[in-house]
């Protein structure tokens, strides 16, 4: 199980280009298996999230990996029926960031089915305490993308992220994190959860509970790209933001429910080809390889909008 108290302000660019300069030299001599898709929940674990909705997103999501007809209903239907998943939660104790995986990677194929109900009690055990404070929710990202980046699969890269969108205490900004997640073909999704106060514990200021338009540029921090260079889920469409559960219209059950749908199975018509590869379309000599990629340090895009591969 892995935490992750962040560095110093002073450091964070020291350690990120130590961390990707690790990858880009052992990443190509890793065995790594093969999956349809890398799927981690990022769950918001600061104050202003009420202790209720903390407990219900972990006993959800521990209801839905614990059905018998899960492996069915989200990965049979993928071409390798294969999904390789984890959770961490965010907050900060005292000035520290913290980002804790509270389940570590599990693999669910056909061969083993039933180890999805292993990790949602995996989730009930490691998600017992709730970490409280800000909301990080850039250092989030960013530690979880690096960890999408380095783990032991290799597969379509999802973050799926419940929060009210309020960041607060990040020494790394969200729209930052939510660019080097683009760059490294990282799909991010969102579920919008209703802040009940403030981080620091004093009432909302004002009837609005969660902040859609944050919500809404880390899932796409750069609206004006042409759509087809857009980063996708495993079905083709486009990375979303569902708001159904904090406006009332959904139980939280059913709107993960609906959520994991759409970021594993959805509507699989034309399922991107799960290798990673361009499309044939492409012009294979525009499509950058992930280590060529050390310039997500200066978060400078110009060049690479013109490059993308297709999601």
Excluded at 31 to 57: G, M
Excluded at 72 to 94: C, D, I, R
Aim: proline residues 6%; negative net charge.
């Amino acid at each position: 199980m892995k935490s992750f108290t962040l560095l110093p302000k002073t450091l964070i660019g020291t350690a990120c280009a130590f961390s990707v300069l690790s990858y880009g030299l052992g990443a190509s001599a890793a065995n790594l298996t093969p999956v349809d898709i890398e799927l981690v929940f990022a769950i918001d674990a600061s104050n202003s999230i009420s202790q209720d909705d903390y407990d219900k997103q972990i006993n959800s999501l521990n209801n839905i990996f614990s059905d018998p007809n899960f492996f069915n209903e989200f990965v049979k239907a993928l071409p390798n029926k294969s999904l390789a998943v984890s959770a961490y939660q965010f907050g900060t104790v005292g000035q520290n960031q913290i980002v804790t995986q509270i389940a570590d990677w599990t693999l669910i194929n056909q061969d083993n089915p039933s180890s999805a109900a292993s990790f949602g009690q995996k989730l009930v055990t490691g998600g017992q305490a709730k970490i409280g404070g800000l909301s990080p929710i850039g250092n989030a990202i960013d530690t979880i993308v690096n960890d999408l980046l380095t783990n032991d699969y290799e597969g379509h890269k999802v973050i799926n992220l419940s929060s009210d969108g309020f960041n607060f205490g990040s020494t790394i900004h969200p729209f930052i994190a939510a660019g080097k997640a683009y760059q490294e073909f990282v799909t991010i999704n969102a579920l919008a959860i209703p802040a009940s106060q403030s981080d620091n514990n004093s009432p909302l200021t004002s009837s609005t509970t969660y902040n859609l338009s944050t919500l809404q540029k880390i899932v796409d921090p750069y609206p004006t790209v042409d759509p087809q260079f857009k980063n996708k889920n495993f079905d083709g469409r486009s990375a979303f933001v569902m708001t159904e559960y904090a406006d009332g219209e959904m139980l939280l059950e059913e709107a993960f429910r609906s959520k994991l749908k759409k970021e594993t199975t959805g509507e699989l018509l034309n399922p991107p080809d799960p290798s990673g590869d361009p499309d044939p379309s492409d012009d294979p000599q525009t499509v950058p390889e992930p280590s060529s990629l050390l310039g997500l340090l200066g978060i400078s895009l110009l060049g690479l909008f013109g490059q993308r591969k297709r999601g």
